[in-house]
């Protein structure tokens, strides 16, 4: 069992800066991928920075490729996401993932882009 926890999400204006972190606990598979999704009001889920359990490139969702940057602390078994020229569309609930779309989730955390 993997359980996966969100935080640093909030309220930001637009060309400000978040960072979030996934904290995971429970038994890790190297050749898993860890990702982060957002979903934005009335919009589908989707996938914008992933990476495999044990390293290898970071791939990035064009719409916030140059401007979020996932990285991991395999100590603390924490990934970060740092999120840098916010802009409201960027605006969502943003999800830490393990193992794909059937594996697991952390709850969830607001982001919120004021223009």
């Known amino acids: 069992q993997v359980h996966l926890v969100e935080s640093g999400g909030g309220l930001v204006q637009a060309g400000g800066s978040l960072r979030l972190t996934c904290v995971v606990t429970g038994r890790t598979v190297d050749s898993f991928a860890i990702a982060w999704f957002r979903q934005a009001p009335e919009k589908e889920r989707e996938m914008i920075a992933g990476?495999?359990?044990?390293?290898?490139?970071?791939i990035y969702a064009d719409s916030v490729k140059g401007r979020f940057t996932m990285s991991r602390d395999d100590a603390k078994k924490t990934v970060y996401l740092q999120m840098i020229n916010l802009e409201p569309e960027d605006t969502a609930v943003y999800y830490c993932n393990y193992g794909g779309l059937r594996g697991y989730w952390g709850q969830g955390t607001q982001v919120t882009v004021s223009s």
């Open positions: 990476i495999t359990w044990s390293g290898g490139d970071t």
